[in-house]
Each structure stands twice: as C-alpha cells, then as structure tokens.
C-alpha cells in the first residue's frame, strides 16, 4: 500500500491549503485515515482523523479551522485548512488503517505517506 500525499506550500496567515493524500496498492478496505504533523524540534501530533463512516476527530488547536474528509470510492483523504496561522507551519503525514489479506490472512496494517511541507508566513 502507498500514500501519496500533496497540497502542501507556502501561504499566509490567514489563508488556506488543501491537502490530499491518495491511497493505493493491495487492500481490502480502509478503516480510517489521519493527518500528522511534526513542526521542527516538536514530536509528531495527530491533527485530525476520520473513519471509513465519516466520524471525525480533531486536535483542539485546529477545531473550526480544519476540515477532514474521506473520498472511499477514490481512497484519498482530504484536509481543508483554513485560517492558517503561524504555528501550522510543519510537515503534514497522512495515515492510513486498513485491512488487508495476506497469505496469513485478514489483518489490520497501518501505512504512512511522505510528508508535505505546510509553510505560514506571518
């Protein structure tokens, strides 16, 4: 399994971004996708996760600002960012949970995309 994440660049306070990260490769189905991010010298926190039935969770800083959604028919996870202040600036990473059968039968991986590089200038 692959994510392909993008959508990241350069923008100013108060502006917006759209992340996308597709998902594609060998699975079943997917459980639930999720936005990470890591700032320089922080450690990597959840920002917003949704499940395969549309529930969302957000970490408190980004409520009301960011927007998380999951496209099942096109396997790709979205993120809305709007308002973007300053300290959203980092490496945004898409996860992925899903399940996929092997030749040791139905399992639940979890997968990583490549990071995107989300900038806000004050």
């Known amino acids: 399994v692959q994510l392909q994440a993008s959508g990241g660049g350069l923008v100013q306070a108060g502006g917006s971004l759209r992340l996308s990260c597709a998902a594609s490769g060998n699975m079943d189905r997917i459980d639930a996708m999720a936005w990470y991010r890591q700032a320089p010298g922080k450690q990597r926190e959840l920002v917003a996760r949704?499940?395969?039935?549309?529930?969302?969770d957000y970490e408190d800083s980004v409520k009301g600002r960011f927007t998380i959604s999951l496209d099942n028919a096109k396997k790709t996870v979205y993120l809305q960012m709007n308002s973007l202040k300053p300290e959203d600036t980092a490496v945004y990473y898409c996860?992925?949970?899903?399940?996929?059968?092997?030749?040791w039968g139905q399992g639940r991986y979890g997968y990583w995309g490549q990071g995107t590089l989300v900038t806000v200038s004050s």
């Open positions: 996860n992925a949970d899903v399940m996929r059968t092997t030749n």
């Open positions: 949704v499940s395969k039935y549309g529930s969302a």
